[in-house]
């Protein structure tokens, strides 16, 4: 990227806020991605943990298998999700705090007796099926931030610092040169005016 400038004391002014504003950003964005950096990798194990555990649920009921068939599709879904937005190292992400459940009433003398407990379990795997989504969902916002993050970090680090400090080097080698020619030409003009003095 190359940096925009004058040869002047202003743009050279202009030149110098900049690249301080950058390197006092530079620390806190670094801070952030690490953050972000954390925050991702544990919410992606726990969306692992999460899943493994829904897995093993699922598997632990396997031996059931044969009487699902006798339970009623429509007795229980989910009604509503509660969930708040909370800031992590300045980014929103849904945190789940319920699940909320209809379940339709249902006779308990016609039904088989575990209908109460197949409730519970279907109410358990839902939880934490949504739950583990919820995590994978703040996993890729942190992840899609720490990105940018990077990007930015890695903007500064390595082309807008080294842009902004060759271009004040320029402007104040050149401000230099001027000024030693117009000292030499300061100079020369004095002597000329010695010599025409000595001459008259």
Known sequence: MAIKYQLNKTSLNDLEKQLKVRL?????L???????RMEVKRAKQRAEEL???LEQKMASYDYMVG????????LIAVRDVEMEMVKIAGV???VLKKVLFDVK????FRNPLWFADGVQILQDLAQVGIESEFYTEKMRILDHTRKKTTQKVNLYEKVQIPG???AILKIKRFMEDEENLS??????VKERQQKEEAAA
């Open 105 to 108: 009433p249902y006779n308990l």
């Open 164 to 166: 902004y400090q060759e």
């Open 24 to 28: 006092k950003a530079l620390p806190t």
């Open 30 to 36: 670094k801070n952030k991605e690490s953050a972000l």
């Open 183 to 188: 000292k030499a030409a300061q100079k020369i």
């Open 67 to 74: 009487l699902w068939n006798e339970f009623h599709q429509g």
């Open 92 to 94: 929103k992400v849904p």
């Open 51 to 53: 899943l493994r555990e």
